[in-house]
């Protein structure tokens, strides 16, 4: 396992100091390493777990140390955390957790750390996860919450308001739990390119519970798939292939259709509405602001027949032409506050002075969608995050009618219009769907 923990700490190591993102960076790491099945699992946890769970883990240590564990060197904070995570969530055993520890600081810091973090380790392990919480976020209040399910502080009032504001008041430890447990591997059957039922069979999935494209994973190399390697299948959330689905589902399809996804990159739901376009005759424009993000869309809908999709490189806040489009999908840059169990370091990174600039973008986009939007044509408005300010306070700003999304929700998945919450949007969360906390309105531009 010493491989493992060595490849897990160089994936903590450089996302936490070089800026680098985790889902990209450890799948080469465990390529490079040769590592699979078990090890990569184990490798996975760790480098995933220490990430999530720094704000806690910090708290730990400090304590342990008698100071700030933001002052020390990053090499021997890294790896402590990786000692904490082993000791306090893997159920590894004390005496291994505190000696890889160890050694990892020794061989990185010297003899002098590492005598260091042997001292810290010890006192790590001298008590369970439960006798810590008692020590570092005793109570009930928003802090002790933040710090035992570490979360920032001000992310927790963010999901709290949003909660509330659905009817969810009291839900939020559950969302921080479900923000913290690994987000399963579901693939979608781009409709037209693969059948649900073949991919399943190919794959050894089962179907999802919502989206009639979604097929959950038991694990494994979902890159390794026929199917996804032709981009008939890709990997994407279930919560992510309904909001896209809806815009579709929401009025029949009219031949000649024109459709575009305004915010593209990287692509997944662009490929879900191509194919779903082919199936119309329809078509869509893919619009993507940088060029590298374009490729990937190319890439993405590259199975979708040709015709169908037209990718092009352009700011969504000025790009097309007035009413030239039929149905508008506008997934909008935000926070990303409802993916957080995918991108293990996105929570750390976010700050509150983040949100003023994405709230203009998309007030900016939103209000060129709806130029852009025919007289009787369709806009999806989709966030991954469930802020307020960055959902329905974005909508109400709309000069656009707001239809009941739950209307077009419920025909996707085949359930009643009342389960998907009080509306006229819908607001998907983590705990209760399985899926990321993905935000819709869908918004009608009123017939000339």
């Given at each position: 396992?010493?491989?493992?923990?060595?490849?897990?700490?160089?994936?903590?190591?450089?996302?936490?100091?070089?800026?680098?993102?985790?889902?990209?960076?450890?799948?080469?790491?465990?390529?490079?390493?040769?590592?699979?099945?078990?090890?990569?699992?184990?490798?996975?946890?760790?480098?995933?777990?220490?990430?999530?769970?720094?704000?806690?883990?910090?708290?730990?240590?400090?304590?342990?140390?008698?100071?700030?564990?933001?002052?020390?060197?990053?090499?021997?904070?890294?790896?402590?955390?990786?000692?904490?995570?082993?000791?306090?969530?893997?159920?590894?055993?004390?005496?291994?957790?505190?000696?890889?520890?160890?050694?990892?600081?020794?061989?990185?810091?010297?003899?002098?750390?590492?005598?260091?973090?042997?001292?810290?380790?010890?006192?790590?392990?001298?008590?369970?996860?439960?006798?810590?919480?008692?020590?570092?976020?005793?109570?009930?209040?928003?802090?002790?919450?933040?710090?035992?399910?570490?979360?920032?502080?001000?992310?927790?009032?963010?999901?709290?308001?949003?909660?509330?504001?659905?009817?969810?008041?009291?839900?939020?430890?559950?969302?921080?739990?479900?923000?913290?447990?690994?987000?399963?591997?579901?693939?979608?059957?781009?409709?037209?390119?693969?059948?649900?039922?073949?991919?399943?069979?190919?794959?050894?999935?089962?179907?999802?519970?919502?989206?009639?494209?979604?097929?959950?994973?038991?694990?494994?190399?979902?890159?390794?798939?026929?199917?996804?390697?032709?981009?008939?299948?890709?990997?994407?959330?279930?919560?992510?292939?309904?909001?896209?689905?809806?815009?579709?589902?929401?009025?029949?399809?009219?031949?000649?259709?024109?459709?575009?996804?305004?915010?593209?990159?990287?692509?997944?739901?662009?490929?879900?509405?191509?194919?779903?376009?082919?199936?119309?005759?329809?078509?869509?424009?893919?619009?993507?602001?940088?060029?590298?993000?374009?490729?990937?869309?190319?890439r993405s809908t590259r199975a979708v027949p040709e015709g169908v999709v037209t990718v092009h490189t352009g700011d969504g806040t000025t790009w097309g032409e007035d009413g030239a489009y039929d149905r508008i999908v506008l997934d909008a840059p935000c926070s990303g506050l409802g993916a957080l169990r995918r991108r293990p370091e996105s929570r750390w990174r976010r700050q509150p002075e983040d949100l003023p600039h994405l709230i203009e973008l998309q007030r900016a986009l939103l209000a060129n969608a709806e130029r852009l939007l025919a007289p009787g044509g369709l806009l999806a408005y989709i966030t991954c995050s469930p802020v307020v300010a960055e959902t329905r306070e974005i909508v109400a700003g709309s000069s656009l009618r707001q239809l009941d999304a739950r209307e077009a929700v419920a025909a996707v998945t085949?359930?009643?219009?009342?389960?998907?919450?009080?509306?006229?949007?819908?607001?998907?969360?983590?705990?209760?769907?399985?899926?990321?906390?993905?935000?819709?309105?869908?918004?009608?531009?009123?017939?000339?």
């Amino acid at each position: 396992m010493s491989t493992a923990r060595d490849v897990a700490y160089d994936c903590v190591m450089a996302v936490s100091t070089e800026g680098a993102y985790a889902n990209l960076l450890l799948p080469s790491l465990l390529e490079k390493a040769g590592l699979h099945g078990r090890d990569a699992g184990f490798t996975t946890e760790l480098a995933y777990g220490a990430l999530r769970m720094r704000g806690l883990y910090d708290a730990i240590i400090g304590k342990a140390a008698g100071r700030d564990a933001r002052d020390l060197d990053a090499e021997v904070r890294v790896a402590l955390w990786l000692g904490t995570h082993q000791a306090l969530a893997m159920r590894v055993p004390a005496h291994a957790a505190v000696n890889e520890t160890v050694d990892q600081v020794r061989r990185e810091r010297g003899v002098g750390a590492s005598k260091f973090a042997n001292a810290i380790m010890r006192r790590v392990t001298e008590r369970d996860a439960e006798a810590w919480f008692a020590i570092v976020a005793p109570g009930d209040s928003r802090g002790a919450i933040a710090t035992r399910h570490s979360h920032p502080a001000w992310v927790v009032a963010e999901l709290e308001r949003a909660l509330a504001e659905d009817g969810r008041a009291g839900e939020v430890v559950p969302l921080l739990e479900s923000d913290n447990s690994p987000a399963r591997v579901t693939l979608v059957a781009r409709p037209g390119l693969i059948d649900r039922e073949a991919l399943i069979q190919q794959a050894g999935g089962e179907a999802g519970e919502y989206s009639p494209y979604a097929v959950v994973l038991p694990g494994g190399r979902p890159g390794d798939l026929e199917s996804v390697a032709e981009a008939t299948a890709a990997v994407q959330d279930e919560g992510s292939q309904v909001v896209a689905a809806a815009l579709v589902a929401a009025q029949p399809v009219e031949p000649g259709e024109r459709w575009l996804d305004l915010c593209s990159g990287p692509g997944g739901k662009a490929a879900l509405l191509g194919a779903l376009a082919a199936d119309g005759a329809a078509t869509l424009d893919a619009v993507e602001l940088h060029p590298h993000r374009a490729d990937l869309v190319r890439r993405s809908t590259r199975a979708v027949p040709e015709g169908v999709v037209t990718v092009h490189t352009g700011d969504g806040t000025t790009w097309g032409e007035d009413g030239a489009y039929d149905r508008i999908v506008l997934d909008a840059p935000c926070s990303g506050l409802g993916a957080l169990r995918r991108r293990p370091e996105s929570r750390w990174r976010r700050q509150p002075e983040d949100l003023p600039h994405l709230i203009e973008l998309q007030r900016a986009l939103l209000a060129n969608a709806e130029r852009l939007l025919a007289p009787g044509g369709l806009l999806a408005y989709i966030t991954c995050s469930p802020v307020v300010a960055e959902t329905r306070e974005i909508v109400a700003g709309s000069s656009l009618r707001q239809l009941d999304a739950r209307e077009a929700v419920a025909a996707v998945t085949g359930t009643a219009a009342r389960l998907w919450g009080p509306g006229p949007h819908v607001q998907l969360w983590t705990h209760v769907h399985g899926t990321d906390a993905m935000f819709l309105a869908l918004l009608e531009k009123p017939a000339a």
